[in-house]
């Protein structure tokens, strides 16, 4: 090899050699991102989001803010024209811990399981009011006897009519005993005497926190997937109780599905995302709406919609989840049977395809907007909505008075980054209704109206902090790090290949220039890029023979005459 050769094809290569780089960190940038995140996200016990996973108590406080509905003229209600007065009340705020127990992890299928335990404290810093405040309301407890008994003979409804024939439809509790305290109400006891092997709840008094405080048999045990294998199943729920359907909705409504609440997987797309609810024993689908900033980070802003409150959401359920389609019974379903006209809609095309709205009515369908939860809390006539029926049916709060819905305030909002799936804020705000039903036996029911009757509505607001959103960005702005360097390299490389390439243009067109001149004498010129430099040149091409180049270096011209002489000698003799 040459000299000259030698250095500017090493030169060239190494052009070559960033450009490729440079190529690759471009586009194999997002390969190597997602490796990282495959290898970061996944829970396990020394995972960074493990510890706060594990229990929030270490983390900035997240509040529950309860506002309850005060039920101003409950004489009125029979009158004619007369709708019942709600007047909001507190908020009522209570600091949330929330906690795992039982964790274990299982490697051989990536899950983990574990169940919930939540603790409430209260904080009279921020509630306006006091836990004594004493509300007005409906006796949930009486109208759950009654709807419990609707579908029962005559015997029994008479008999709760009789029992019923002291009390009245409202009943005057505090605020402490209608969340965590409890109240006690003679009916409970008697239920638990009457009814044996029943679905009643296993309490002795009624409040809607009552023992929740602490307790982990509320929420259900979760098996969810830790993202090790596969880091898209990251946070999805597996099994809930142990099982992948759930014995509340009938199928396929009954299919345990969507993120456990608290992670999510990497790669939002601008669709939909699905939750499961322990609380409320069915998943949510929350549909994208827009794109937010947060401190100047991108996230996907979701909300409950018509997705999950709406009657008619066409879904398709594949062939291999065909096993959800076999019939589950509801302890209701017994009765509902017969009781129910139940909708029939046109038949789709597809047969997979399944109007959700259906399979939720659970029995009798709600107007828009409700959630039908009462299998999931021992049948009691128990609707879940937006605050103040957001997005709900116009007629269900025109039967009452005092409901003013605002997005602002009502919506239920899950806001992600997009491309980790992290969390940026959550506002969850759900209000829990009470069906109150004319009943024919049941003389203190008899001719009141129909009204879901909200009792209370909950807020809690968790958002991502300033510093937390700062690490973010920094994580998220590494792609754009790379792919400026590797643009760098890109033009370095390139500028290096173009140099060499000028070089050998210029040395070539000069050795033709010169070869043309002076052929006979053998030349040294200094290379205009590199002074130091020394650059041989040849006039002929040929054998690269040391010796045969140094003799021809001294005598060229005589080798070409002698050369030349000995062809044409040749070819004479031919
Ligand atoms: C709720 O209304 C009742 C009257 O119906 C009233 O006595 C009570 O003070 C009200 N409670 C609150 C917290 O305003
Ligand atoms: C506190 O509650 C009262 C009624 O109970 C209401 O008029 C007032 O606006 C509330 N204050 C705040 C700050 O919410
Ligand atoms: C819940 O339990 C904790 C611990 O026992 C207690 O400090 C807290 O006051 C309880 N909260 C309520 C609302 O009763
Ligand atoms: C994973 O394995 C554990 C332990 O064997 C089991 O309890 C759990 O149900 C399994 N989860 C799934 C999704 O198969
Ligand atoms: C709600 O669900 C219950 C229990 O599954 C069912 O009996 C009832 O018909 C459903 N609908 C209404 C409006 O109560
Ligand atoms: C769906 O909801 C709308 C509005 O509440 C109602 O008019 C309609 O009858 C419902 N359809 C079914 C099938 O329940």
């Known amino acids: 090899m040459r000299p000259w050769t030698n250095k500017s094809v090493g030169l060239g290569l190494l052009g070559l050699l960033l450009i490729i780089t440079s190529a690759c960190l471009y586009f194999l940038w997002p390969v190597i991102f997602h490796h990282i995140l495959q290898k970061e996200m996944p829970l396990s016990p020394t995972s960074k989001a493990f510890e706060v996973w594990n229990d929030t108590s270490t983390l900035p406080p997240m509040y529950m803010k309860i506002r309850f509905f005060n039920w101003t003229n409950p004489q009125d209600l029979r009158v004619k024209g007369q709708k019942p007065i709600l007047e909001e009340v ?43 405040d004493p509300i007005m309301q409906l006796d949930t407890v009486a109208i759950s006897a009654k709807h419990k008994v609707r579908y029962r003979d005559e015997m029994m409804q008479s ?19 209608l969340l965590f305290d409890g109240y006690d109400d003679s009916l409970i006891k008697l239920g638990r005497l009457a009814t ?74 601008k669709d939909e995302i699905v939750l499961f609810s322990g609380d409320l024993c069915r998943p949510l689908t929350y549909e994208y709406t827009e794109s937010t900033f947060h401190n100047g980070l991108e996230g996907y802003r979701y909300l409950l919609s018509e997705k999950t409150l709406g009657n008619n959401t066409r879904r398709r359920y594949p062939h291999d989840q065909a096993k959800y389609f076999e019939p589950t019974t509801t302890t209701e379903d017994f009765f509902e049977a017969e009781h129910s006209s139940e909708v029939t809609d046109s038949p789709d095309e597809d047969p997979d395809v399944v109007n959700i709205g259906n399979c939720y009515c659970n029995g009798k369908c709600t107007p828009v907007g409700l959630m039908n939860v009462s299998s999931c809390r021992y049948g009691a006539p128990v609707f879940v909505s937006l605050p103040h029926f957001h997005r709900a049916d116009p007629s269900l709060r025109e039967r009452v008075v005092g409901l003013n819905p605002d997005e602002e305030l009502h919506d239920f909002a899950i806001t992600l980054e997009p491309t980790t ?19 024919k036996i049941v003389s203190l029911y008899k001719e009141v109206p129909t009204i879901y009757f909200p009792v209370f509505w909950f807020t809690l607001d968790v958002e991502a902090t300033d510093e937390f959103v700062d690490d973010l960005k920094t994580l998220l702005s590494l792609p754009d790090v790379f792919r400026y360097i590797a643009v760098i390299l890109f033009l370095v490389g390139s500028l290096t290949i173009f140099t060499v390439a000028l070089l050998y243009l210029l040395s070539r067109q000069r050795a033709n220039s010169v070869a043309s ?36 270096r001294l005598y060229p011209s005589s080798i070409e005459c002698f050369n030349m002489d000995l062809q044409s000698k040749l070819r004479q003799q031919k």
């Open 196 to 269: 044996m092997g029943e679905d009643i709840p296993p309490f002795d008094k009624f409040g809607w926190f009552y023992m929740r405080n602490g307790s982990t048999m509320f929420d259900g045990h979760f098996n969810m997937d830790t993202g090790a294998a596969d880091i898209s199943q990251f946070g999805v729920l597996k099994k809930w109780n142990h099982k992948d359907t759930t014995p509340f909705f009938r199928s396929p409504c009954n299919v345990v599905e969507g993120s456990a609440g608290e992670f999510w997987p990497p790669y939002r797309r």
């Open 90 to 132: 507190g908020p009522y705020v209570f600091r949330e811990v929330r906690q795992k127990a039982d964790v274990k992890f299982h490697p051989e299928n990536n899950t983990v399981s574990y169940f919930y335990r939540r603790w409430w404290h209260f904080v009279p810093e921020l509630t306006n009011g006091s836990l004594s």
């Open 159 to 177: 008999t709760l009519s009789f029992l019923l024939s002291s009390s009245s439809v409202h009943i005057m509790k505090t605020v402490g005993e």
């Open 517 to 552: 001149d002076k052929a006979t004498k053998p030349r040294m010129i200094v290379s205009a890029g590199n002074k130091s430099e020394l650059m041989y040149l040849d006039t002929t091409e040929g054998a690269d023979d040391a010796h045969v180049r140094n003799d021809r």
């Open 421 to 439: 799936g992290i969390p940026l804020k959550v506002s969850a705000r759900l209000q829990v209704n009470v069906l109150l039903e004319p009943s």
